[in-house]
């Protein structure tokens, strides 16, 4: 597959080979497992506090003996406090027991569960280079606003962009204006999430492979939408977001020639 090299102005430079790794077969399904795997593996442990619901003084009303039942003969198990908050009377309100106000839950999520998945190493592998190999198809144009043009690779000089400025002036002027408007735009999320730190949705745009070193990584952090990542960084999550193959992924002449 032959590439063409864009200047920073838009213009053609001159043509080169794509590795063999961008004409691998494309295995959605395998894609979609190796995703779940490593999303779930990356799950933060998260669990209610083993004492929640069990901070009342209580007692088990009625119950006189370790070994006598009270089935069948109208007791309740329920376990009661043993006096109200103002400490004078007792109110025999029930408390600890799932069914009571202020009570335990009955099965909580517990920190210690294992949510990790196993996946074939092999298919792993597949799963990356399947997802490197759709970045140049019509996987792309159907989840991102691209030019004509497009595929194509960026020489070397954008690298050293150092003004947001700059850089939104160069990818406009490469064709991929609609895409940052696209991105620009904020949903609200539905549900309690508004309330949690993530009240709005962004859109995942254009992703940039460069060096570590390449001071474009500064000027394009502002951008919405827009990731840097440098060759070694990239994973199937940055490569495929939501286990959806096509992100449009921008390389240079330096990044590309690296990619294996």
Known sequence: MN???KNLDGSDDTTTEAPAIFTETIRPDIIKKAHKAEMANNRQPDGAKPE???????????KRRDYRSTYGIGQSRTPRKALSSSGRRFNWFGAEAPNTVGGRRAHPPKTEKDWSQKINQKEKQQARKSALSAIFTEYTRAKHLVPDEYPFILTDDFHDLEKTKEAHQVLTELGFGDELSRTKEKKQR???GKKRGRKHKNKVGPLVVLPQDATAHRALRNIPGVTTKTPEQLTLLDLAPGSHPGRLTLFTETTISTIS
Not at 52 to 62: M, W
């Open 3 to 5: 590439l063409t090299i």
């Open 52 to 62: 929640a619901g069990n901070r009342h003084s209580t007692y088990l009303s009625k």
């Open 190 to 192: 539905s549900g309690n």
